[in-house]
């Protein structure tokens, strides 16, 4: 089992920026893929980024290439999410993830309870 949670949700201006951090247990997480997924209402979850938990390799969803930057703090056992130039239609719950082998699939194997990033215009 990993326990998964996440935390630096707020409120943020329009091309402000936020760190969201995602603290992990239960396991030893080399060959896991952790990510970051968000969810605006009405909408389908999408998935951000993640970065491969062995040698730290990212992977970014096209939308938000550029602005947002996954990193992970080996000793900490924390996934960081820090997003730049947010953009209101950015506003989701963000929620960190874990799984075994494959950052491309369809779903991950764990999941934290999500945090709320509301950006206003």
């Known amino acids: 089992q990993v326990q998964l949670v996440e935390s630096g949700g707020g409120l943020v201006q329009a091309g402000g920026s936020l760190r969201l951090s995602c603290g992990a247990s239960?396991?030893?997480?080399?060959?896991?893929?952790m990510g970051w997924f968000r969810q605006a209402p009405g909408k389908e979850r999408e998935f951000i980024a993640a970065?491969?938990?062995?040698?730290?390799?990212?992977y970014y969803a096209v939308s938000i290439k550029g602005r947002f930057t996954i990193t992970r703090n080996y000793d900490k056992n924390t996934v960081y999410l820090q997003m730049n130039s947010l953009k209101p239609v950015d506003t989701a719950v963000y929620y960190c993830?874990?799984?075994?082998?494959?950052?491309?699939?369809?779903?991950?194997?764990?999941w934290g309870q999500g945090t709320q990033v509301t950006v206003s215009p």
């Open positions: 993830a874990a799984n075994w082998g494959n950052w491309a699939a369809a779903t991950y194997g764990y």
């Open positions: 970065i491969s938990w062995r040698d730290a390799n990212t």
């Open positions: 239960g396991r030893t997480l080399n060959g896991y893929y």
